[in-house]
Each structure stands twice: as C-alpha cells, then as structure tokens.
C-alpha cells in the first residue's frame, strides 16, 4: 500500500534498514539479536530541503526510478505496520485500498491547518471547515466517503487522537501539520482492527522524527489583501544515552484573521429564489424596524387593522404600515465567510531502549485554540403579551387604537407575533476556547525472535469554554412589553436607547469535557511457514479498553431557555466503557510458482462487549485476498463487517435549539399551484394551517424553522458490511508507472440520526411523502403552527435521535503516478518529471431515512440541497499534479475537479437546479537556497476562480463554503530551515 517515493537528487533519501520499523512514537524494532542503532540513526537523518523535493501526493504504487517497480523487490529485507492491519510485512501491498498523501503535498499546497489537503481528497466531503459560520464551532472534521465524522476514525502514529465534544469527533486542528510525514487513507470499514467507529474507514497521520531542529514559517494572503495567516513553528530532535533513545519536541503559532462575506461580491447580499426562474435580494423578515401580527386568525382579526396579517411594520418609528415582501433585513454582509483562529500547540514524543530489544515509547500533545463564529444581531421572535398603556408612549394614536381593538377581553394586554432584529447589542458573537491533552505511555520490545508485544495507555480530554455576546434575555424581552419591568421601545430602528438595551441583554457561556482512556495492548509476529511460500504465516492477538466521558453545562439562561440569539441548550453528561478482544491472521499460501507470483489471505476479528445495555456484546469481523499472477499486476478484494456505538451525544444529548435550513410545503411561495393538491390541502389545514391563511406566502417566516434536537438513551449500534474489489497495475516494462482502480460498496443499517432524517426531512415525509397527520413524522408538526399556521418558535417541533433506515455509497476509487528522468534541465544533469491523478466515480450515494420503509430513499450522487444530501456530492471528483524537478527548484501545477450536480429536491423548481462542473489551478515554486534552507511560495486558485451561488438551496453565504473556493486567489510564502 505505502511505497517508497520517487527519488529526488538533491534530497538526501532516509538509508534501508533490514530491522523492523515502525513510525513514531519512534519505537524502533530490531530483527532477532541484530543491532540497527546505526542504521536507523542513519534513517532518521535527512535534509530540511526536502520541503519542497518531491511534488506527488503519494501514490499507493509510486516507487523510486532505481528500475525496480516491484513492491517485493523495492522494499526487500524492510518489514513495516501497514495502516489498517497491526501485523508486520515486507510488501507494501493489502487487500484493503489505501491513498497515501505525502509530507510534501502539504508544502506545496501551503497548507497550515490539516483540513486544507484532507478535503480536496477524492474520497471526502467535506465536513465543518474554517469556513463554517453557522453552523461552526471553530473545528475542523474529516467526513469519508460522506458517511459523517462520526463514522471516520482519525488516528495518529496508528492510535485514537483525541476528540473535542460529545459527539466524539476529532478537530484535526489538534494535529501539528509541520510534522506530518504522511496520511494513510484506508477505504471501508475497519472497526475488526481499531474498534468502533470505522465504519467508513480510517484516516491515520504519520509523524515524523526529528533529528536536529527544525523551524519555519509561512504567511498568506487573498488577492483581496485580507484573510491574512500566520505560522511559526520549531521541532528540535535528537538521540541520547548513546543512541538508545530519541526525543523530538515541537511547538507551533498559528493566526487566522476573520473575512467578512460583505468582502466578497457573491455573499454581500442574501440570494432568494423568486420562483420565476430567477434571483432576487433577500434576507430575513425579523427586521431593525419590527413587525407586529396579531395571533387572531384571519377570520377573526378586524378588517383593516394594521396589526391583522401579515401585520403592522414600523418602518417608521412609532407608526406602523401593513408590512410587505420587500420589508427585510440582509443579514450576509455580517457574517464571517472565514473564521478567525488563534492556535498555540505543543508536545513531544520520545523513546528509549532500555534493554536490548525492549523499548519504552511516550507522546504528549498539548494544543489551546480560539476560533470565534460571528453573525447578524439577535432576530427576536415569539408570541409575546404587550400592555398597551405601558408601550403607547412609543406609538402612534392610531396604532393604540388597533391595539385596543385586538383587545378583545379588554384587560389592557393584547398578544401578538413580535419578529424584531435587535441591531443595537451588535453583533453574535461566539468565542470558543478549547485546551486539548493528550499523553500516552507504552512499552514495546520482542518476547523471541519471532514475537514482539506492544502495550500502552493514553489519557486525553478537551475542555471547551464558550462566551456569547449578544444575546436576548427571553424574560427580560417580555418584562419590557408587558408591563412588569421599565418599558422597551422595539417599534421602529435604533429605537432601543443604551439602558434598554443594558436591560434585555444578556451574556452567556458555557463549557464542555470530553476525555478517552485506552489501555491496549497486542502481540503479534509469524507461526510457521507452509512450505508454499517464502514468508510465514503473520498473527496479531490482544485486548484493548476504552472509556468515553462526556458532558456539556450550559449557564442557567441557556439550560433554561431564556436566551435569545444563539443556540440554548439542556445539560448533557454521560460515559459508557468497553472491553474488546481481537486478533488478525495473515496467510502467505503460495508465491514464485507459476501462474501465482504471490497468493495471500487475511482474516480478522473483534468481540466488544459494551457497558450499554441497548448495544451489549457486538463482533466485527473481516476477510481479504490478494492475488498476483505476475509481478506486474496484483488483483485484491477484502469484506468488512463493522460495528459503532452510538456516542455520547447521540445517547444522552439534553435538549438544545437548533435553526436548520427548511421549506415549508404549505407556504404559498414554496409550492407551485399545480402542486397544491386536495390531499396536500387537508393536511396543511390538519397540521394546523387556518383556512384563511392557506397558501399565504407568509406561511414561512423565514428560510430557517425552529426546532429541538436531543439524545436517546435506547440507541442500537449501527452496523456496516464493506466489500472491495480492486488491481493493482505496475509495468515492469515502463518504469515508473503504477496505476490502481478499486471498487468500492459500503452499506450502513440502522444509522444513527436525527429522527425522520431532520426537520427539513420530516416536513418532506409528512407533506409529499406520507401525507397522512397521524403518521409520526406528521405529529411532530401538530400544535407547533401559531393561529396563523407559522412556525413562530413558541412551541417547536421535536426531534430526538433514531436508528434510521441506512445508508450506502458505492463507487470507484482510480489512481495513476508516473514519474520519468529526462536528463539534462536547467539547474542540473538529473531533471524529472512527475505525474500523478488520485480521483473518484460515485455510482450511487443512497440516504434511506425512515427504518421501516426502505423504499423512500434519496441517492445524493451527483447531487445537493437542503431537502437530504447537503454539500454537493459529485459523480466525479478528482486532484491531479505535475512537477518538474530540476536541482534546486521545483515547479508544480495542481488540479482540482469537481463533477457537476443538480438539487435533491424533485417536489421544488429552484432558480439554480444545477451547479456546473468546478475547476481550480494552483501553481507553487519550491527553492533550496542553500543546503538547509528551502523556500516556498505559491498561487491556489490561480484564475480567481469564484464558487457557484445560488438562492434558496444554498448552506450558507449563497454556496457551501466547505466545498467551494469562497476566498479566491491566494497567495503564500514559506520557509524552513534545519541544522
């Protein structure tokens, strides 16, 4: 799978060694009684200049121009852990496919933070990123296979990282980029070999050893002139007790300063779909100015009454005017199409031979990270009680006099639908800190010659801290209209003077811990050899412990309720433990004979046995075989059955406030008349839409609807079956050249999710698809509509987590490197050339949301949207780069392609349906001035390309900023230098 990359000249390659070698934790193995301190030392000394050498992502079969394409041949006498096995080999190949990217993909792509290269990955869709606003978080997550973060494993060194929250899902911003050596992506489930949570595979970074320091720093900035970052890092390294041992420290700052989207002319406005084929401004109805509709249906409001729907606009302060479609607020400029983020990480990894053959191993990583999310001021919404005499000091003669009329039991108070955007606090603004630990301790050594073990403990926790500004006091709001605190004037703009303002307002925090123990440990070696091939069989048997702990403490305003502008949220804790035992098994059966240039079968198996009651004792289990009749060409297949426990947040998650994005079918301006069908009518009116309100467009207040989101503590696992089928090409006849195409399918049953697969979802189910009110998905809208048949956010709609229906994806995986000496080039006698092509075909990529009916599915290949699949997922996706070596410089042009996709949403004609396939360029110039300084810089985004927009089926900024470049050119410059 990992191979030896191609040869540069002016890079000093690490030596062969004929011990066995592992990654750091820098353990290093020796074979029988063999002393390799010289040879590893030798190993681990190599040029800093290499930043910027060889410009490939590594290939799974990219092997060094020396004339040997073998991977038997090119790596003869050296046995190495593959990711996704813990048996040691001497070939780099498996039955699972693995994509490798390089340290120097890193380099040349001038990524700082992890995600910048993981998400131009074929095999990911891109989870939250730095340009996640709302939702954020200020993290950073890998999504395989678009099957969720909670379904990829991340390790590191080949052991669990640690993860930020509930929802046990690893910020790859806790990840030092600078040391990466390399990050082995395996396709597929893994949880035999790892555990729970590998569903959709494993994602493991290698680190590096350091010898002698190492320091650097880059800076970038948009051809905009802002977006400016900032890294300054050093890694010191060395042996001690006469090469016994090896220690490398590290530290890094990173700054990330904010872009705003007002910067960008495709985010300073707020897209909307006209319906008419069209894009039109738009914004929210929660207004500067407010609005003012009487809950009376409109059978029973007044004529004429200004407060009657769609209700009374105070444009003007203190007179209002029957509100209109135009009347909003453009709530984009204001918010951050880039985070901000400061980071300070630390650490250190080390080992020592403290007896011939037995080693002791520790790393510590310590990282603090402030990302802050911003957005417009609070939109204030709800059923509110006004005393008519207490605000009739701020309005009009003739408002009082409509207010007095919709008195209609005469006690001075009238009730009424209040939306007012509270501009006068400023901004939202969310300043989350985290301080992440992790430390791990472990021995490592042989027991005989053939035997080794390898135990450890790793301890690890985040704690978060999050403050809010910004925030409305719910209670306070009410205080302030209905008579029982000093008076608020909310009816017209910049109405609010500084005390009203200091009386409503309130700030908010709250903090969350999560932390993972895991004890394991593993002995692994060969049996016996059977005669019918050189090597021996391979084993691998242990146990592993893990314990998960989590909790979430919101303030009493956000337990309670009473805040007003970001989410609130109840108190969330828990822990769950498990105890596993596994084994491996790897069977070389016949190789050098003809026909069969090498035969080999794998096995392996997990039992875990869960301190859940739902979830109890669970097995995983895998089997693999690789066939090779000639060296040339190597035919591989392998079948996962893998296991995940729901996680903390899923389990015990309180209830917490959230505002997805959502169309409400019984808004006259989402469904097309042609559509409004009898039966469509009588749930809209059973769900409680009035009569004289249906088919308003004023039904949906707002492109988001209110609801609550929580955990279950009666969650099944989820389980997945993966097969993989795939050939290895490697010419011996065309050195240089390799090529893989693998085919993949991975099912998941019983997905944990939201219930009905979200509210968006459920709103889909309940109108278009079930279309009966007593279904379940249909009740949980029932009584949350106001007496205009809004969903106002007085009483919200409900969704716990549920094992869902499933999912599955299915396609192929291709890959082709070729790397070719051409002589004589401008800077020396041993120029190069390289090429290399990692994509991705999605043949289907299939949502089944309800668990007992699988025939109501969606196939998000080649598709977005809000109704299901979110960001785009196109049919075809791929990263291509071409380099040429020459002596001190290298010149590499990278490819990024996106595939076309059309909307997800059969049942609604948007004014964009389809997003045109997506091409950006990057160029990056890599210079060695001297033998240990090496300098970098580059152009990403090389013709400014800027990402597709539209209106109503967007994520977020009119495009989803996570897959599509929203800064445009960029530019970078980088240094490192060793001594």
């Given at each position: 799978?990992?191979?030896?990359?191609?040869?540069?000249?002016?890079?000093?390659?690490?030596?062969?060694?004929?011990?066995?070698?592992?990654?750091?934790?820098?353990?290093?193995?020796?074979?029988?009684?063999?002393?390799?301190?010289?040879?590893?030392?030798?190993?681990?000394?190599?040029?800093?200049?290499?930043?910027?050498?060889?410009?490939?992502?590594?290939?799974?079969?990219?092997?060094?121009?020396?004339?040997?394409?073998?991977?038997?041949?090119?790596?003869?006498?050296?046995?190495?852990?593959?990711?996704?096995?813990?048996?040691?080999?001497?070939?780099?190949?498996?039955?699972?496919?693995?994509?490798?990217?390089?340290?120097?993909?890193?380099?040349?792509?001038?990524?700082?933070?992890?995600?910048?290269?993981?998400?131009?990955?074929?095999?990911?869709?891109?989870?939250?990123?730095?340009?996640?606003?709302?939702?954020?978080?200020?993290?950073?997550?890998?999504?395989?296979?678009?099957?969720?973060?909670?379904?990829?494993?991340?390790?590191?060194?080949?052991?669990?990282?640690?993860?930020?929250?509930?929802?046990?899902?690893?910020?790859?911003?806790?990840?030092?980029?600078?040391?990466?050596?390399?990050?082995?992506?395996?396709?597929?489930?893994?949880?035999?070999?790892?555990?729970?949570?590998?569903?959709?595979?494993?994602?493991?970074?290698?680190?590096?050893?350091?010898?002698?320091?190492?320091?650097?720093?880059?800076?970038?900035?948009?051809?905009?002139?802002?977006?400016?970052?900032?890294?300054?890092?050093?890694?010191?390294?060395?042996?001690?007790?006469?090469?016994?041992?090896?220690?490398?420290?590290?530290?890094?700052?990173?700054?990330?300063?904010?872009?705003?989207?007002?910067?960008?002319?495709?985010?300073?406005?707020?897209?909307?779909?006209?319906?008419?084929?069209?894009?039109?401004?738009?914004?929210?109805?929660?207004?500067p100015d407010g609005r003012f509709t009487s809950v009376l249906g409109s059978d029973d409001c007044p004529t004429g009454n200004v407060f009657c729907s769609p209700g009374g606009y105070y444009e003007t302060p203190g007179?209002?005017?029957?509100?209109?479609?135009?009347?909003?607020?453009?709530?984009?400029?204001?918010?951050?199409?880039?985070?901000?983020?400061?980071?300070?990480?630390?650490?250190?990894?080390?080992?020592?031979?403290?007896?011939?053959?037995?080693?002791?191993?520790?790393?510590?990583?310590?990282?603090?990270?402030?990302?802050?999310?911003?957005?417009?001021?609070?939109?204030?919404?709800?059923?509110?009680?006004?005393?008519?005499?207490?605000?009739?000091?701020?309005?009009?003669?003739?408002?009082?006099?409509?207010?007095?009329?919709?008195?209609?039991d005469a006690d001075g108070i009238v009730r009424m639908a209040v939306q007012r955007r509270v501009t006068e606090t400023g901004a939202r603004n969310s300043l989350d800190e985290r301080n992440a630990f992790r430390a791990l301790i472990g021995v490592?050594?042989?027991?005989?010659?053939?035997?080794?073990?390898?135990?450890?403990?790793?301890?690890?926790?985040?704690?978060?801290?999050?403050?809010?500004?910004?925030?409305?006091?719910?209670?306070?709001?009410?205080?302030?209209?209905?008579?029982?605190?000093?008076?608020?004037?909310?009816?017209?703009?910049?109405?609010?003077?500084?005390?009203?303002?200091?009386?409503?307002?309130?700030?908010?925090?709250?903090?969350d811990s999560s932390s993972l123990q895991v004890a394991s440990g593993v002995i692994s070696g060969s049996l016996f050899n059977t005669g019918m091939s050189s090597e021996d069989i391979g084993f691998a048997i242990g146990a592993e412990y893990r314990k998960v702990s989590s909790e979430f403490i919101p303030d009493t305003a956000l337990a309670s309720g009473d805040v007003i502008g970001f989410n609130a949220g109840e108190p969330t804790a828990g822990s769950y433990n498990v105890k596993e035992v596994f084994a491996e098994l790897r069977l070389p059966l016949v190789n050098n004979t003809p026909g069969i240039y090498r035969l080999e079968a794998t096995a392996a198996a997990r039992y875990s046995d869960y301190s859940l009651g739902a979830v109890g004792g669970v097995w995983a289990y895998a089997g693999g075989l690789e066939y090779a009749p000639i060296p040339d060409v190597t035919f591989r297949g392998q079948y996962q059955r893998a296991v995940r426990a729901p996680n903390v947040q899923e389990l015990f998650g309180g209830a917490s406030v959230g505002f997805p994005g959502a169309t409400d079918p019984c808004d006259g301006g989402v469904t097309d008349p042609e559509d409004r069908t009898a039966t469509l009518e009588a749930l809209c009116l059973a769900t409680g839409v009035p009569a004289g309100s249906l088919w308003s467009e004023d039904i949906q207040l707002n492109t988001q609807i209110q609801g609550t989101f929580g955990g279950n503590s009666a969650l099944n696992e989820e389980t997945s079956d993966s097969w993989t089928a795939g050939a290895v090409f490697r010419p011996t006849f065309l050195p240089g050249f390799s090529a893989t195409v693998d085919w993949y399918n991975i099912k998941v049953k019983d997905a944990i999710g939201t219930f009905g697969g979200g509210l968006n979802n459920a709103l889909d189910l309940c109108y278009n698809v079930f279309q009966d009110v007593s279904s379940p998905y249909c009740q949980v809208f029932v009584g949350a509509r106001n007496a205009n048949g809004q969903f106002d956010g007085e009483v919200l709609p409900s969704f716990l987590n549920a094992n869902t229906g499933g999912l599955e994806v299915e396609g192929v995986d291709f890959e082709v490197t070729y790397v070719?000496?051409?002589?004589?080039?401008?800077?020396?006698?041993?120029?190069?050339?390289?090429?290399?092509?990692?994509?991705?075909?999605?043949?289907?990529?299939?949502y089944t949301p309800v668990a007992d009916n699988p025939e109501v599915t969606y196939d998000c290949a080649g598709k977005f949207g809000i109704l299901a699949c979110g960001n785009p997922t196109p049919e075809w996706k791929w990263t291509s780069r071409l380099t040429w070596m020459d002596g001190p410089v290298t010149t590499s042009l990278r490819w990024r392609h996106l595939g076309s996709v059309r909307d997800d949403d059969p049942s609604t004609e948007y004014a964009v349906e389809k997003l045109k396939a997506y091409d950006l360029f990057d160029l990056t110039l890599g210079f060695d001035v001297t033998e240990t300084f090496g300098l970098t810089m580059g152009i990403n985004n090389l013709f400014d390309k800027q990402p597709p927009t539209m209106g109503d089926n967007q994520e977020q900024t009119n495009t989803y900023p996570g897959v599509y470049d929203v800064l445009g050119r960029d530019f970078f410059i980088s240094g490192r230098v060793a001594f």
């Open positions: 799978m990992t191979a030896t990359r191609a040869s540069v000249p002016r890079c000093r390659q690490p030596a062969r060694s004929s011990g066995l070698v592992t990654h750091p934790s820098g353990s290093r193995k020796q074979q029988g009684t063999h002393n390799v301190k010289a040879i590893l030392k030798k190993a681990a000394l190599r040029s800093a200049t290499c930043l910027t050498a060889a410009a490939v992502l590594a290939s799974t079969n990219a092997y060094a121009q020396d004339g040997t394409n073998s991977p038997d041949e090119a790596d003869a006498g050296e046995a190495i852990v593959v990711t996704g096995s813990r048996i040691v080999r001497r070939n780099l190949d498996s039955a699972a496919p693995v994509a490798v990217v390089d340290s120097e993909e890193f380099a040349l792509s001038g990524a700082v933070n992890v995600e910048s290269v993981i998400n131009n990955l074929p095999q990911v869709i891109p989870g939250t990123t730095s340009f996640s606003n709302n939702p954020g978080g200020g993290v950073a997550t890998l999504n395989l296979r678009g099957l969720g973060e909670e379904r990829t494993m991340v390790l590191v060194n080949g052991r669990r990282w640690m993860f930020y929250d509930a929802n046990q899902v690893v910020d790859l911003n806790t990840i030092p980029s600078f040391l990466i050596e390399s990050v082995d992506v395996v396709t597929g489930g893994a949880s035999a070999v790892y555990g729970s949570d590998a569903l959709a595979g494993v994602v493991n970074f290698r680190l590096k050893n350091v010898q002698g320091v190492e320091a650097g720093g880059q800076y970038g900035l948009t051809g905009e002139g802002d977006g400016q970052r900032l890294e300054a890092y050093v890694a010191m390294g060395s042996e001690f007790a006469d090469g016994r041992g090896h220690a490398t420290v590290f530290a890094e700052y990173y700054k990330r300063k904010s872009v705003f989207a007002s910067a960008r002319k495709f985010s300073e406005n707020v897209n909307w779909d006209d319906y008419e084929g069209g894009i039109i401004p738009g914004g929210s109805s929660t207004t007179s209002a005017r029957p509100r209109v479609g135009t009347d909003l607020y453009n709530y984009g400029p204001v918010n951050y199409l880039m985070v901000p983020q400061e980071r300070y990480l630390m650490g250190g990894y080390a080992d020592y031979e403290f007896a011939d053959g037995h080693s002791a191993y520790t790393e510590v990583t310590f990282v603090n990270n402030r990302v802050a999310n911003e957005l417009a001021a609070t939109p204030v919404t709800g059923t509110y009680n006004i005393n008519i005499a207490n605000v009739s000091p701020f309005i009009s003669a003739a408002d009082v006099a409509a207010m007095n009329q919709l008195d209609t490592k050594g042989e027991i005989t010659s053939n035997l080794n073990y390898d135990a450890y403990y790793m301890y690890s926790r985040t704690r978060n801290s999050n403050i809010q500004a910004g925030n409305i006091s719910r209670s306070a709001f009410q205080a302030g209209l209905d008579g029982s605190a000093d008076a608020i004037n909310i009816f017209g703009p910049n109405t609010l003077t500084p005390d009203m303002v200091d009386q409503i307002s309130i700030l908010a925090q709250n903090g070719q000496a051409v002589g004589t080039g401008l800077f020396s006698e041993d120029a190069r050339v390289s090429f290399n092509l990692l994509g991705n075909y999605t043949i289907s990529n299939i």
